[in-house]
């Protein structure tokens, strides 16, 4: 998909912002889009790593179908190289391993999309690593799951570009997009990318039609300053005040051990920056039992979906309005 001849046999890839021109014989930053003799080759089409039934709420997504399931399929691979990456055994396999094998099973979409029904999921997501780099597979099941009502999602770092998501369209129904911080030598620095692409996909995804929910992992000593996460807030109400923004948690892993977790206390303040920059719906993960995981109406301030965890009370929507007030909720939800 998106590939483009240049010369003397190199292909420019156009999936993802990178744009890396790869020469015979070589892979692009992903490591799984290769140049085989002047075609650019998927080599995960038929490699899955991961499948997995999971509740939505895990992706994050809190106003896309609450309460449901989602059949969560991976293969290995990254554009990206975060420092602080929480599935790296399978994002960053080909880096770590130092390994041209590629493991996973051969599972076609039509298999993909059976065992997703079979489980009662209402949801695909393409998550755990980078869905961007491994489009043709993930554009194969997406097209099946429609025929039979199943929506797609994306888990994903933001960087595919704009032919990306247009050559899906309303295939891509949903999006957690990983917004990891709002400086861009903080981006170069951890993840080997740049933050103005991520930007620029998070409003093409919500001008696509794309359900769009953002995830912030509050990283002490990277992220946390109260300037960046107004700045992260500010952005999202300029893109549209009622995207959720999800602020997460950090703990130690990878090749970031060198700072502790990020204490209740410092979600808390991001929480009421998000509320202060008008967003409407914000919420605090990895910090099971707090009321900021819960859905208020941000016209009533009722408690509209209870959490623990992933775990739902009682939800308080009717015909996608808050059941106290009226007030119009945004996302997708079941009668």
């Known amino acids: 998909m998106l590939a483009e001849t240049v010369r003397d046999g190199a292909v420019r890839c156009h999936l993802c912002s990178h744009r890396c021109l790869i020469s015979k014989g070589k892979t692009g930053i992903c490591g799984i889009?290769?140049?085989?003799?002047?075609?650019?080759?998927?080599?995960?089409?038929?490699?899955?790593?991961a499948t997995h039934v999971d509740p939505i709420e895990k992706k994050p997504l809190f106003h896309y179908?609450?309460?449901?399931?989602?059949?969560?399929?991976?293969?290995?691979?990254?554009?990206?190289?975060?420092?602080?990456?929480?599935?790296?055994?399978?994002?960053?396999?080909?880096?770590?391993?130092?390994?041209?094998?590629?493991?996973?099973?051969?599972?076609?979409?039509?298999?993909?999309?059976?065992?997703?029904?079979?489980?009662?999921?209402?949801?695909?997501?393409?998550?755990?690593?980078?869905?961007?780099i491994f489009a043709e597979l993930a554009l194969d099941v997406a097209r099946e799951a429609e025929r039979y009502g199943v929506h797609s999602i994306f888990?994903?770092?933001?960087?595919?570009?704009?032919?990306?998501?247009?050559t899906f369209g309303p295939l891509i129904r949903a999006a957690n997009v990983d917004l990891k911080a709002f400086r861009d030598d903080s981006y170069r620095r951890e993840t080997g990318a740049r933050l103005q692409p991520v930007l620029e996909s998070i409003r093409n995804l919500h001008e696509n039609g794309t359900w769009v929910e953002i995830t912030t992992l509050v990283i002490p000593g990277f992220n946390d300053?109260?300037?960046?996460?107004?700045?992260?807030?500010?952005?999202?109400?300029?893109?549209?005040?009622?995207?959720?923004?999800?602020?997460?948690?950090?703990?130690?892993?990878?090749?970031?051990?060198?700072?502790?977790?990020?204490?209740?206390?410092?979600?808390?303040?991001?929480?009421?920056?998000?509320?202060?920059?008008?967003?409407?719906?914000?919420?605090?993960?990895?910090?099971?039992?707090?009321?900021?995981?819960?859905?208020?109406?941000?016209?009533?301030g009722a408690c509209i979906i209870s959490r623990t965890g992933y775990r739902l009370g009682t939800i308080r929507i009717e015909n996608g309005r808050c059941a106290e007030c009226g007030e119009a909720i945004g996302g997708r939800f079941e009668s």
Not at 33 to 49: F, T
Not at 68 to 84: D, E, R
Not at 107 to 115: A, F, K, N
């Open 155 to 166: 888990v994903t770092n933001g960087y595919m570009t704009k032919e990306m998501i247009e």
């Open 225 to 300: 300053s109260p300037e960046e996460l107004s700045d992260i807030a500010e952005f999202i109400a300029q893109v549209d005040r009622g995207i959720p923004w999800h602020i997460s948690a950090f703990h130690p892993d990878y090749r970031m051990l060198d700072r502790s977790r990020t204490p209740i206390e410092r979600l808390t303040d991001a929480y009421g920056i998000g509320k202060a920059s008008g967003l409407k719906y914000v919420y605090a993960g990895n910090a099971p039992g707090n009321p900021m995981e819960s859905t208020f109406c941000p016209a009533c």
């Open 33 to 49: 889009r290769a140049n085989r003799e002047g075609v650019l080759v998927s080599l995960v089409y038929d490699k899955i790593i």
């Open 65 to 132: 179908f609450p309460g449901s399931l989602s059949y969560s399929i991976a293969t290995v691979g990254c554009n990206f190289s975060c420092t602080f990456c929480q599935n790296h055994d399978i994002s960053q396999w080909l880096r770590d391993m130092d390994t041209d094998h590629i493991p996973g099973e051969a599972i076609p979409p039509e298999t993909l999309v059976d065992q997703a029904r079979k489980t009662g999921c209402r949801t695909i997501a393409f998550t755990y690593t980078e869905p961007t």
